[in-house]
Each structure stands twice: as structure tokens, then as C-alpha cells.
Nanobody, 120 residues
């Protein structure tokens, strides 16, 4: 059993910052790529940022220069530092991780989502 638990969402004014965290737990052999996605009302879920097992990263154009993804392998945690937030960043943010379990099965896991609301 593998779980991803997110934290750090909330309400912030435009221009402000938030830091999201996502901790993985359970029967984990290895965590491969990890990422953050978001879904705004009436829109499809979209990639925000991803970080691979070698710490290479990629970002959506809309967040480049404002958001930073990082990971702590010892803590099995991925972070998303969000600076310069604007109302367009309002969405439910989901953590995703490609995890190999102790049964040596690999698949994607998702967190429950955390709401980020940016007021103008």
C-alpha cells in the first residue's frame, strides 16, 4: 500500500508565496519521477512541474521562473515552492509519483489534492 499526502495549500494574495509538500509512505522500493499537476474549475488537469530521479526538472511555461520543484529522497518528499502567485494559479494541486513497490511493481500514484486560491 502506497500513499501520497499533500500539505501546504491555502489562500494567498496575488504576489504571495506558498510551499506545497507531498510525502510518500508505504511499501516503497524506489521512487522514480515525481511531479505536481493542477486542475482549475472547468479545465483539464495540467502538468505544473516534474523532477526525475536524477533531479532534472521541467516546468510548464506559465510557471517558469516563479515555481521551483525539489525533492528529498531520504524523506520521500517532493516540494513545490510557488512565488509570485497570481489568480490564474488558483486550482487544486495534485502530487504524482512513479513508484516501484517492494513487490517490484511500478505505477503512478496520486495524492488527494490540495486547494490553492490566489486572490487579486
Amino acid at each position: 500500500q502506497v500513499q501520497l499526502v499533500e500539505s501546504g495549500g491555502g489562500l494567498v494574495q496575488a504576489g504571495g508565496s506558498l510551499r506545497l509538500s507531498c510525502a510518500a509512505s508505504g511499501t516503497i522500493f524506489r521512487i522514480n519521477g515525481m511531479g505536481w499537476y493542477r486542475q482549475a474549475p472547468g479545465k483539464q488537469r495540467e502538468l505544473v512541474a516534474r523532477i526525475s530521479s536524477d533531479d532534472s526538472t521541467n516546468y510548464a511555461d506559465s510557471v517558469k521562473g516563479r515555481f521551483t520543484i525539489s525533492r528529498d529522497n531520504a524523506q520521500k518528499t517532493v516540494y513545490l515552492q510557488m512565488n509570485g502567485l497570481n489568480p490564474d494559479d488558483t486550482a487544486v494541486y495534485y502530487c504524482q509519483a512513479s513508484i516501484t513497490t517492494t513487490m517490484l511493481r511500478t505505477r503512478d500514484y496520486w495524492g488527494q489534492g490540495t486547494q490553492v486560491t490566489v486572490s487579486s
